[in-house]
């Protein structure tokens, strides 16, 4: 199945969009959020999408940062589509609030995401996680002693926010990204095993892999089935 094809049936399946939606879409440039760009303007016509494209520079990685600050602004420009680009220091915006600064950016992220989505009136939030960030969530608060609730992962909604490549594997998104010839930017700490997710992902799920040769599936399927009874029981909790 073609990507475009697959991104479309869990916008359907999963009721994401729906033709007319305003979308705000978080850019950072890098493969995945650039995929997800290039799919939605490919959807735009037909679903008679409004797009909008944000993005923050962290103020983490100096020239390199503002580098792709520029490229997101151009890619944007080159689609035709309203930009909003942010420059805030998150480390100090992280400091003031007592924060880590990877916690701090999250919610600085969200926080801009939802004033743009009121400000274009009333838009849906699209960022671009895919199965294997959900795996690497799963794996996260599992380690941590984590519930069904947090067992469930990430979910493919929550309020305005949206996940089109839900059900879209990382592999998938780089195969996109070459067959279509887009140009993205590289984040090195993406590569840097500081940060505890970047050890799940680099060191225990390719050692988990030598006992699963299909991880991010099964593990997909597993986190389906805790979120389905997470959510019923809390139904039956509400009733």
Same mark, same amino acid.
């Given at each position: 199945?073609?990507?475009?094809?697959?991104?479309?049936?869990?916008?359907?399946?999963?009721?994401?969009?729906?033709?007319?939606?305003?979308?705000?879409?978080?850019?950072?440039?890098?493969?995945?959020?650039?995929?997800?760009?290039?799919?939605?303007?490919?959807?735009?016509?037909?679903?008679?999408?409004?797009?909008?494209?944000?993005?923050?520079?962290?103020?983490?990685?100096?020239?390199?940062?503002?580098?792709?600050?520029?490229?997101?602004?151009?890619?944007?420009?080159?689609?035709?589509?309203?930009?909003?680009?942010?420059?805030?220091?998150?480390?100090?915006?992280?400091?003031?609030?007592?924060?880590?600064?990877?916690?701090?950016?999250?919610?600085?992220?969200?926080?801009?995401?939802?004033?743009?989505?009121?400000?274009?009136?009333?838009?849906?939030?699209?960022?671009?996680?895919?199965?294997?960030?959900?795996?690497?969530?799963?794996?996260?608060?599992?380690?941590?002693?984590?519930?069904?609730?947090?067992?469930?992962?990430?979910? #493919?909604?929550?309020? %305005?926010?949206?996940?089109? *490549?839900?059900?879209? @594997?990382?592999?998938? +998104? $780089?195969?996109?990204?070459?067959?279509?010839?887009?140009?993205?930017?590289?984040?090195?700490?993406?590569?840097?095993?500081?940060?505890?997710?970047?050890?799940?992902?680099?060191?225990?799920? #390719?050692?988990?892999? %030598?006992?699963?040769?299909? *991880?991010?599936?099964? @593990?997909?399927?597993? +986190? $389906?089935?805790?979120?389905?009874?997470?959510?019923?029981?809390?139904?039956?909790?509400?009733?």
């Amino acid at each position: 199945m073609d990507l475009l094809d697959k991104v479309i049936k869990t916008c359907e399946s999963r009721d994401l969009l729906e033709p007319g939606d305003a979308v705000v879409i978080g850019l950072s440039g890098g493969p995945d959020s650039v995929a997800l760009l290039d799919l939605l303007f490919r959807m735009r016509q037909e679903w008679q999408l409004s797009l909008y494209v944000v993005h923050l520079n962290h103020m983490f990685r100096g020239a390199q940062a503002e580098e792709d600050f520029q490229f997101c602004r151009e890619l944007a420009a080159k689609l035709g589509l309203p930009f909003f680009g942010y420059r805030i220091d998150v480390t100090e915006y992280s400091r003031s609030r007592g924060l880590n600064s990877q916690h701090g950016g999250r919610l600085l992220r969200y926080h801009l995401f939802s004033e743009v989505a009121k400000e274009v009136g009333g838009a849906k939030v699209a960022v671009a996680h895919h199965r294997n960030d959900v795996v690497e969530t799963f794996f996260m608060r599992l380690l941590r002693g984590g519930g069904p609730k947090g067992l469930s992962s990430i979910p #493919p909604k929550r309020g %305005n926010v949206i996940r089109p *490549l839900y059900d879209v @594997t990382k592999p998938e +998104v $780089e195969a996109y990204c070459d067959q279509r010839g887009l140009e993205w930017r590289l984040d090195p700490s993406n590569n840097s095993e500081k940060y505890w997710r970047n050890r799940i992902r680099l060191r225990l799920l #390719p050692f988990l892999e %030598n006992f699963s040769a299909d *991880l991010v599936e099964s @593990t997909s399927r597993l +986190v $389906e089935i805790v979120r389905s009874e997470n959510e019923f029981l809390e139904e039956l909790t509400q009733a």
